[in-house]
């Protein structure tokens, strides 16, 4: 028997290319926009705001109020927002998303998509057209470029310089990027829901053990995400006109505690992944 053929492996990168590329396109259908939100009395007025202000606004606004103390839910529902009040969170951001999302999930369409904006970031009026357009073509994830908001003296100016540079570099290169940032993401249901069945298969780090989407036990867990969706096969990408202003922050301290946590959980996520 003559053994196997051996492809090169630029022959086997250029099939699966083109599989790929004969598969169907996705036919975006509702976008649900959720706004995990912690004591954000003051931001979320704004951040719902720049959603309902959308060319192609989302057909469900959901705050997701963790352990809210002030006037958060109060002011998210007298803007006709939908609120999720998290039961017995203790994993920030991370753990309120997987409660909120264990309940839409099962109801919605593989080709819905999901929306998740921080309550300190407003949307400029076609995000989500732009990213719909780009989920349309096939993409696991989309993501936003980002300048700073007003405030923070000296400390403040230094980051919207930093942003207005990474933007700079994101658009010089075409859009791609490493991480889909926290401060807005849209993603396929359909791709979620594979992220959820990986990490039940042991595919993916378990996270909090029960499929939830995001891992409750990195410090950064947008990062995690979008190695999530690079490991299943897809593409992610920040386009030009998926823009948006996000809060700064205000004081030396609290800039050195964000940098600290970010570069930590990089840096765990990639040994995680390795």
Avoid at 62 to 88: H, K, M
Avoid at 229 to 234: A, C, D, I, N
Wanted: glycine share 12%.
């Amino acid at each position: 028997m003559p053994a196997p053929r051996k492809y090169p492996l630029e022959s086997r990168e250029r099939a699966v290319r083109m599989y790929r590329t004969a598969e169907p396109k996705p036919v975006i259908r509702n976008v649900i926009a959720l706004i995990p939100a912690h004591n954000e009395a003051d931001a979320i007025a704004d951040s719902i705001q720049g959603l309902y202000g959308q060319t192609v606004p989302p057909q469900r606004v959901v705050v997701v109020a963790d352990n809210c103390t002030d006037a958060t839910v109060a002011i998210a529902d007298s803007l006709g927002a939908e609120v999720f009040e998290t039961r017995g969170n203790r994993h920030k951001k991370a753990g309120g998303l997987n409660q909120v999302l264990a309940g839409l999930l099962p109801d919605l369409h593989d080709d819905d998509v999901v929306l998740v904006t921080d309550a300190d970031s407003a949307l400029d009026p076609g995000f989500v057209a732009c990213g719909v357009e780009h989920l349309a073509k096939g993409y696991g994830g989309v993501g936003g470029t980002f300048r700073g908001g007003p405030g923070g003296g000296f400390v403040g100016h230094l980051q919207r310089n930093e942003y207005a540079r990474y933007s700079r570099d994101v658009k010089r290169l075409g859009g791609k990027c490493l991480v889909l940032t926290g401060t807005a993401a849209m993603f396929r249901v359909q791709v979620l829901r594979q992220i959820s069945q990986a990490r039940l298969k042991g595919c993916l780090p378990a996270g909090d053990g029960l499929g939830g989407i995001y891992d409750t036990s990195v410090l950064t867990e947008d990062n995690e995400l979008t190695f999530a969706v690079l490991h299943l096969g897809y593409q992610v990408l920040s386009p030009e006109d998926c823009t948006l202003t996000t809060e700064v922050m205000l004081t030396w301290k609290a800039l050195w505690d964000q940098r600290l946590r970010w570069k930590r959980g990089a840096g765990r996520t990639a040994s995680s992944t390795a």
